[in-house]
């Protein structure tokens, strides 16, 4: 009798922002059957990432301080269980004080940030796979209201930082920046967060990406 083949599905474990807690379900449902989508999740103890966008909680990673301790708490508590980690981080390191003019996350701890998390994640996945991220335009995020600013130009800065990081660490970049730039203004709902329709073809790209980088 011939022995049936078992065929093994890679595990992904996404970490990211808000933007990445809306492409979630999507991305969730598009890889279904090649793999096994796991990630950063809201807990039972704290609000919903979705309660507040522009405060990290629950499946929001946050910036890259946060990051680095989720990363640290779970490899000493509960190790991540993945073939594949994908991280981003970057639109909440960015948030300028608009009253003092202070970076929420300098680049200088930025890079140091990202080394650190890569390390950490190489502990736990034998893979890791970074985004950059995502478009911010000046004139439709800095409006009266949301008591922070960003810059496009920090956006640029921090996807250098990563570049040269994850260039020097040999770790594969998806350009999801470069993809969601084809969908702004228009593709926004509000400041940074984009239409259901975007967060849908943003799912797709990644999937498209991750069977590329993957293969």
Known sequence: MKAQSSVVTPRLFFIGDSISVHYGPYLEKR??????????????????????????????GGDSDRVLLYLRHRRAKHPIEADVLVVNCGLHDIKVDPSSGAIQVPLERYEANLRAIVAEGRAMAPRFIWINTTPVIDEVHNRDGLGFRRFARDVAAVNAVAEKVMGEEGVPIIDL???????????????VHYTEDVREKQAEFLFGELRRLLA
């Open 31 to 60: 890889v279904e059957g090649v793999y096994r989508y796991d990630r950063k999740r809201d807990s039972a103890n704290a609000p919903k990432a979705t309660n507040n966008l522009d405060v990290p909680t629950g499946a929001n």
């Open 177 to 191: 920046h470069g993809f969601s730039s084809r969908h702004v203004p228009e593709g926004f709902v509000d400041h």
